[in-house]
């Protein structure tokens, strides 16, 4: 090939990948609101695909009502009542079954404010894991769900005040299952309320929740 034709070799050489160091660790603000979307986002996707695995519907495919009771520190506490749906999936393992299910819940908190009754309402939408043992405790559950919440007007006590109306709420929970035909529940959860980082400042709220369900 003529010289005035060559082509620079260096233009076609292949070019060593380039790994460029991460900038800033992703802080809690933004880890947050990630980690609880993508939470979200296979929990409902697990309801919807669900039914491919296990079509048939039982006693474990019924919907719920729940009432609930809270309380948190400072003198808060809160009534809750809802709906669940169970899902059309399960995980069958050797010691353990895996279900899940979805609740829709409304309720108050009621706190104090320079000695005053401040009122919000709380309306949340939650997808629920639930662990069940295949033994003799196969009564007994152990469950963790993360949610979207809207509790409006915004939480306040005389020590803390939420910034933003839409929180996460997060729980974990035991609880044993009753009846004649196991259509009822108790449960013992702990729940945790914040903007994960969403906007400043951010103390949260932990209430610890008494919740009685029944099949319908």
Known sequence: ???????DRSVLAPRPAVIRAPGRAVTTRRA???FASGFLMIALLGARTGAAATPQRDAESARSLFIQSGFAEADVHSVAAGITWQWDWRRR?????LTGYSELVVGQWTSKVEKDSHTVTQIGFTPVLRLQPRNAW???FAEVGIGANVITPRYRTDSKEFSTEFNFGDHIGVGRVFGRDANREVAL???HFSNG???SPNPGENFLQLRY????
Do not use: C, H, K, N
């Open 93 to 97: 393992y050797r010691l353990f079954t």
């Open 197 to 199: 980082g969403i906007e």
């Open 213 to 216: 369900s029944q099949q319908f």
């Open 189 to 191: 959860r702990l729940q």
């Open 32 to 34: 947050l609101p990630r």
């Open 138 to 140: 196969s009564a007994w």
């Open 1 to 7: 090939m003529p010289s005035g034709d060559s082509v």
